[in-house]
């Protein structure tokens, strides 16, 4: 069963980072798309950035210039680096991926930034 993990999310001061991993059951190269998607409380589910499989990168327009999405394929390990957050970060991140027509999504992991 394919599987996506997140972990590396937490509490930290506004200005502070942090690095998400999203870590895949299987080869990651087998994933036309990995990315991250955000949900912050009482809105709806927010597109952050994604990767593809020739390792294109793209970001939403909230994140572009300050996060960095990146891939370890020896890992089979995508992550968003964050630096310099902002509490509108302040959001629930799920790592999704569309591997074979088929979407999978984590458990997500909490990011919270503190003023």
């Known amino acids: 069963q394919v599987q996506l993990v997140e972990s590396g999310g937490g509490l930290v001061q506004a200005g502070g980072s942090l690095r998400l991993s999203c870590a895949a059951s299987?080869?990651?190269?087998?994933?036309?798309?990995v990315g991250w998607y955000r949900q912050a409380p009482g809105k709806a589910r927010e597109w952050v950035a994604n990767?593809?499989?020739?390792?294109?990168?793209n970001y939403a327009d909230s994140v572009k210039g300050r996060f960095t999405i990146s891939r370890d394929n020896a890992k089979n390990t995508v992550y968003l680096q964050m630096p310099s957050l902002k509490v509108e970060d302040t959001a629930v991140y799920y790592c999704?991926?569309?591997?074979?027509?088929?979407?999978?999504w984590g458990q997500g992991t909490q990011v919270t930034v503190s003023s």
């Open positions: 990767i593809d499989v020739l390792g294109t990168t």
């Open positions: 299987t080869s990651i190269l087998t994933f036309a798309t």
């Open positions: 999704y991926g569309r591997r074979y027509s088929a979407d999978y």
